[in-house]
């Protein structure tokens, strides 16, 4: 078969890891507005810095583990766990990260950009430790 059949052939594991991982995502992305004090999404719209880095940051670490459950699993299944593992885990970063900076999320809404950036860097930090700890 030439090379395009055999591609076209995999359409149907693209579309189910895509559809896995999209809704994974948007998991991740309800239980962490959920869970956080602070209105991540109002905040955004109101064009706030803080906010914008904090939760941009905390989906990039949450992505990037997931990146490599998808590269890295046996199954859907298996990548779905992995995926949960990570979800789990940038939870817990942010409950981590309130701890030098207990009040973060009221820094957050009054737009402090150290506050914000504290939380999306610690996020990529812990997602990035997560993914390459996914490889092994």
Same mark, same amino acid.
């Given at each position: &078969?030439?090379?395009?059949?055999?591609? /076209?052939?995999?359409?149907?594991?693209?579309?189910?890891?895509?559809?896995? #991982?999209?809704? /994974? =995502?948007?998991?991740?992305?309800?239980?962490?507005?959920?869970? =956080?004090?602070?209105?991540?999404?109002?905040?955004?719209?109101?064009? !706030?810095?803080?906010? +914008?880095?904090?939760?941009?940051?905390? /989906?990039?670490?949450? @992505? &990037?583990?997931? +990146?490599?459950?998808? #590269? !890295?699993?046996?199954?859907?299944?298996? @990548?779905?766990?992995?995926?949960?593992?990570? *979800?789990?885990?940038?939870? #817990?970063?942010?409950?981590?990260? @309130?701890?030098?900076?207990?009040?973060?999320?009221?820094?957050?809404?009054?737009?402090?950009? +150290?506050?914000? *950036?504290?939380?999306?860097?610690?996020?990529?930090?812990?997602? %990035? %430790?997560?993914?390459?700890?996914?490889?092994?």
């Amino acid at each position: &078969m030439d090379p395009v059949g055999v591609s /076209l052939n995999e359409l149907p594991w693209f579309l189910a890891y895509m559809a896995t #991982a999209v809704a /994974l =995502t948007l998991v991740y992305v309800v239980i962490y507005i959920w869970v =956080t004090p602070h209105p991540e999404i109002k905040l955004i719209r109101d064009n !706030n810095v803080a906010a +914008a880095l904090a939760f941009g940051g905390s /989906l990039i670490g949450f @992505c &990037m583990p997931l +990146a490599s459950a998808i #590269a !890295n699993s046996v199954s859907l299944a298996d @990548c779905a766990l992995w995926g949960l593992v990570a *979800l789990i885990v940038q939870i #817990a970063i942010f409950f981590l990260v @309130c701890l030098p900076i207990p009040k973060i999320s009221e820094r957050i809404e009054n737009g402090e950009i +150290a506050s914000g *950036l504290w939380l999306g860097i610690a996020s990529l930090a812990g997602g %990035l %430790l997560n993914a390459a700890s996914m490889t092994n």
